[in-house]
């Protein structure tokens, strides 16, 4: 109890008093500052990192040494055990955007007597995360999946993300956007997707269609062509859209779905995140590190849209959510085209506080990123900075001290900028206590592709552990590949009695 005094000292002098006591408080420990002999934790203030008040956190600092990825599942770890209960139910949404760095989050790691002694001392527990739930697309085979989390041991645990047509023409004009605005493109895809997907629909040359994959909606586009062509001299519209705008969405429907085989798929039903069934404390990894990048606008475009929805709604099953996007840079530079995803990551940084949706970003160069994106984040952290960006004016508000500090900052030290604080508080922070996902891939090492027939077991098995492998490979020993994909997707939907049922 040495420390009392000056702990107490320190929590007046920062003005962390306010939030630390209380019948409600709402601290959030994030490191310990150090002076002379004097160590003292720092706490953030709930109302402030996670909304309502201020929200959102962005870190930056030199690849290696600022320790970005680091300090964020150190502060999410910390934020699960003293997310205040007044405030409900919170969960994290954290994308994998650069090889196996997050996919080892509920594995221990290896941690120094000195972390422990200031996990004691900031009152978080030293542990790994206890519910990670980890979503990753196929491989194009359709059956292997397209992480490093794939050892025997982890695999099991790792959900396809799959996605039909459906899902992906409610967000097609992530598609559109990314090079041009084409107010007709958009109008067209809201016809498909009001109108004919789904539905029974008339081409009006003759034909019925019901559209529910890629496939079939080919094969409308087709008769779309044939039928126009075969009008003969009027024929450049179709229900008043123009045959170019339909060849238009029709090259970008298909791009996407030869571009990102495997997230995006005619083989049966989709396969998602649990909307509406989120669970307090669970960690949800989206590994998109190996998917193309217009898939990868996809994915963040659909996720962060479902979960903006669900949040309004108030039906997502947690009260609020962290979002992490790790090399934010490139999701929301500051240069660049207006893409639909930093449209997104824009809205969700000026209107996310009042829903519970909040951003936590991270990337080597600030100055790199849209400035509304950083600008919003009521919390700004800075690790080792490099000293060409600090010559950016973006940082002119920094005393020359300050700035010298933080190009010559330690590993595993923190400048923090938070509302409560009237000027830069530097702070430590111990080792976050998950496995590296450099450290993971080595004592779990990815396993190679497995063959189709080995493949399809592998996920049967998961789904039912009574199956025998040698009868799977008997069953689809003759069968087309997309005919086994679809039978394999419609089990993991329906979860029959009978494992073969649907083959
Ligand atoms: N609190 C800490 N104390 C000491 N070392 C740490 C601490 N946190 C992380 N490290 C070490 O620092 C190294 C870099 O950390 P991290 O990968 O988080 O950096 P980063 O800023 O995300 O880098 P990059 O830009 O390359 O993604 C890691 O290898 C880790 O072991
Ligand atoms: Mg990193």
């Known amino acids: 109890q040495v420390h009392v005094a000056s702990d107490v000292d320190v929590a007046q ?11 409600q408080p709402t601290a959030i420990p994030v490191g310990l500052y150090t002076s002379g002999g004097l160590e003292a ?7 402030f990192l996670l909304g309502p008040e201020a929200a959102h956190l962005n870190i930056s600092g030199v690849s290696g040494l600022a320790t970005k990825t680091s300090a964020v599942e150190f502060l999410l770890g ?14 994290a949404v954290c994308f994998n955007v650069k090889g196996p760095d997050l996919c080892f989050l509920d594995q221990p790691g290896a941690l120094e007597d000195e972390d422990r002694r200031r996990y004691e001392r900031l009152g978080v527990r030293a542990q790994p995360f206890e519910g990670v739930r980890y979503y990753a697309p196929f491989k194009a085979d359709g059956v292997n999946l397209n992480t490093l989390r794939t050892h025997p041991d982890l695999v099991g645990d790792v959900e396809p993300l799959v996605w039909g047509l459906r899902e992906v023409l409610d967000y097609a004009e992530v598609l559109l956007n990314r090079d041009d605005i084409d107010a007709k493109a958009d109008a067209f895809i809201d016809f498909l997707s009001d109108r004919v997907v789904d539905k029974e629909f008339d081409d009006g040359f003759g034909g019925t269609h019901r559209v529910v994959t890629f496939a079939d909606l080919e094969r409308l586009f087709r008769s779309i062509f044939d039928g126009l062509e075969l009008g003969g001299g009027r024929g450049d519209t179709w229900r008043t859209h123009h045959i170019a705008t339909i060849r238009k969405v029709r090259n970008r429907l298909s791009n996407i779905s030869t571009r990102c085989k495997g997230l995006v798929t005619d083989d049966g039903p989709s396969n998602d995140l649990p909307w509406g069934r989120f669970e307090d404390r669970a960690v949800y990894v989206v590994d998109v590190a190996n998917v193309d990048p217009l898939g990868q606008d996809l994915v963040f475009a659909r996720v962060v849209s479902k979960l903006r929805e669900h949040l309004e709604r108030r039906d997502l099953g947690v009260d ?3 979002v992490f996007v790790d090399e ?4 929301a530079p500051g240069d660049g085209p207006e893409t639909y995803v930093k449209k997104m990551l824009l809205d969700i940084s000026e209107r996310g506080r009042y829903l519970g949706l909040v951003l936590f970003g991270a990337e080597q160069f600030r100055s790199q990123v849209h400035r509304r994106v950083v600008g919003n984040a009521g919390t700004i952290v800075f690790g080792r900075m490099d000293s060409d960006e600090l010559a950016t004016p973006g940082y002119q508000v920094l005393s020359p001290a300050t700035k010298i500090k933080l190009a010559t900052l330690p590993i595993g030290e923190l400048m923090l900028r938070h509302p409560h604080f009237t000027q830069p508080i530097f702070v430590r922070f111990p080792r976050p206590a998950v496995l590296r996902g450099r450290d993971g891939v080595e004592r779990f090492p990815p396993a190679a592709d497995l063959p189709f027939e080995d493949a399809v077991v592998r996920q ?7 199956v025998r492998p040698n009868l799977v ?19 993991r939907q329906t979860r029959p009695q009978d494992a073969f049922a649907h083959f």
């Open 320 to 322: 609020a959510v962290v």
């Open 460 to 466: 049967l098995v998961k789904l039912d552990r009574r």
């Open 328 to 331: 934010l840079n490139k999701y």
């Open 41 to 47: 934790p720092v706490y953030l203030d709930a109302d």
């Open 13 to 23: 002098a920062l003005r962390m008093d306010t939030y630390l006591g209380g019948a």
């Open 473 to 491: 490979k008997d069953v689809i020993a003759d069968r087309r590949e997309e005919d086994v994909r679809r039978a394999l997707a419609h089990t």
């Open 78 to 91: 910390s934020i699960f055990q003293h997310f205040p209960p007044h405030k409900g139910r919170v969960a």
